[in-house]
């Protein structure tokens, strides 16, 4: 597995960095950080991984949901200290070699967005509810496990029969690093 290491002078005037291994997508990476620096920053101004958005940056959107160990959180809420010894992945996580993951190809097939600022943290959060037992299969369920993820171009009813379809295919391809 490979180790990248990555370092900055102090994300905030006299902020005491902290050294944190985070495992992102299968792979390491050593970074200083500031502890008061949030996941999705950490992701997108550290590892590059701009995949996921930055909305509200508030908790009330939904763009930047990414998978704590299976499990779709958003990253705008969780400092990136927290996440040393889980396994984060993000929507560049999602594809494998064999190709898209279901979620990402009935996404495609559905024409299930339109601006696309959305769609990483709709799919990351298609590919946790399809996961969870505990979701009902029904349209109702859904709707209500997906009501985090705000649309502004008002993509939902695609949004939700892409993910039907991809329930229907199994999802199949499990998600890099995922543990559960
Ligand atoms: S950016 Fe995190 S919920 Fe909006
Ligand atoms: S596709 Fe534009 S915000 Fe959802």
Not at 23 to 43: C, F, K, T, W, Y
Not at 71 to 93: P, Y
């Amino acid at each position: 597995m490979n180790m990248k290491e990555y370092s900055r002078q102090g994300d905030e005037a006299g902020s005491a960095e902290t050294a944190v291994t985070l495992s992102v997508n299968g792979e390491m990476h050593q970074l200083r950080i500031s502890p008061n620096v949030v996941l999705l920053d950490a992701l997108r101004d550290r590892l590059g991984l701009t995949g996921t958005k930055k909305g509200c940056d508030h908790g009330q959107c939904g763009a930047c949901t990414v998978h704590l160990d299976g499990q779709a959180i958003n990253s705008c809420l969780k400092l990136a200290v927290m996440c040393e010894g889980h396994e984060v992945t993000t929507v560049e996580g999602l594809a494998n070699d064999a190709g898209l993951h279901p979620v990402q190809q009935a996404f495609l097939e559905h024409d299930a967005y339109q601006c696309g600022f959305c769609t990483p943290g709709q799919m990351m959060s298609a590919t946790a509810l399809l996961e969870d037992e505990r979701i009902g299969t029904d349209d109702a369920a859904v709707r209500e496990a997906m009501s985090g993820n705000i649309c502004r171009c008002g993509a939902y009813k695609n949004i939700l029969a892409a993910i039907q379809t991809a329930r229907g295919q199994g999802q199949a391809a499990p998600t890099a690093g995922k543990t559960s």
